[in-house]
């Protein structure tokens, strides 16, 4: 599971380093997590609401459309679909163009703890005897325990 928080302040500081005024985008993209029109639209269609771009300048009203839109299309179950979906739309996390995006993202994430693994899974400390070791993600970790080769994670 990932954590809302963690998420809304990575989005926020990708997209306008951490600003809460930011200047409009090229194509149109307003406010801390520079929310376009056609973003704003699935928003309002979805949940019966009429908020305008202007709202979206606006922290609280951009938090919320920006977590409905990623509700809707289930994009919450990881950091990286979360992320993807924001940058690249409904289907943003399968789009290679996404991908500079979320390594952007990565770094924020590890600044606050979070290491997302390549196979996106998120990265716990292994303890051996109490000693953390190094970060790995399940599927890692099974494979490690197992002495078998992981070519996926990293
Ligand atoms: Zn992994």
Redesign the pocket.
């Known amino acids: 599971m990932i954590d809302v928080h963690i998420l809304l302040s990575v989005l926020w500081l990708v997209e306008s380093s951490g600003n809460l005024h930011p200047p409009d985008g090229k194509a149109g993209e307003v406010g801390p997590y520079q929310i376009r029109q056609c973003y704003l639209d699935d928003v309002n269609n979805e949940y019966g609401t009429r908020l305008t771009l202007d709202d979206c300048r606006k922290m609280t009203a951009a938090r919320w459309v920006t977590l409905r839109y990623l509700e809707k299309y289930d994009a919450l179950s990881s950091y990286e679909k979360a992320c993807r979906v924001h940058n690249g739309g409904p289907r943003g996390h399968e789009k290679a163009c996404t991908l500079p995006y979320w390594n952007r993202c990565k770094t924020f994430l590890r600044a606050e703890g979070v290491d997302v693994?390549?196979?996106?899974?998120q990265?716990v400390r292994l303890h051996v005897n109490g000693d953390p070791v190094h970060m790995?993600?399940?599927?890692?970790m099974r494979d490690l325990v197992a002495g078998k080769k992981?070519e996926?994670?990293q």
């Not at 693994?117 to 899974?121: I, R, S």
């Not at 790995?136 to 890692?140: I, S």
Request: hydrophobic share 30%; charged share 15%; proline share 7%.
């Open positions: 693994c390549t196979c996106g899974e990265k790995a993600c399940p599927a890692a992981n996926v994670c």
